[in-house]
Nanobody, 114 residues
């Protein structure tokens, strides 16, 4: 059974940084493309970033240049380094495999104060 557990969220001031982690069990992140998503209150879940099995990365325009997705295969963990955070980045952040998509984890709350 695949399980995805996100952590690392918190409360940070505008301009600050956080690093989120996503630990996967029951699957290998090294051979799977992985995504980060976020869902702000009252809004639909939106895609944030992707890392392919070969290491290539893609970002939503809203986070490009500020967020970096990476992975550590030995720990079966995907990271999202978030810099220059803005209040509009406030959301619950989730990770998931691109295909097949798995059951969503509990996410991790990121709150950016102005």
């Amino acid at each position: 059974q695949v399980q995805l557990v996100e952590s690392g969220g918190g409360l940070v001031q505008s301009g600050g940084s956080l690093r989120l982690s996503c630990v996967a069990s029951g699957m290998s992140i090294s051979i799977n493309a992985m995504d980060w998503y976020r869902q702000a209150p009252g809004k639909q879940r939106e895609w944030v970033a992707r890392i392919l099995s070969g290491g290539s990365t893609n970002y939503a325009d809203s986070v490009k240049g500020r967020f970096t997705i990476s992975r550590e295969n030995a720990k079966n963990t995907v990271y999202l380094q978030m810099n220059s955070l803005k209040p509009e980045d406030t959301a619950v952040y989730y990770c998931n495999s691109v295909w097949p998509p798995r059951s969503w984890g509990q996410g991790t709350q990121v709150t950016v104060s102005s």
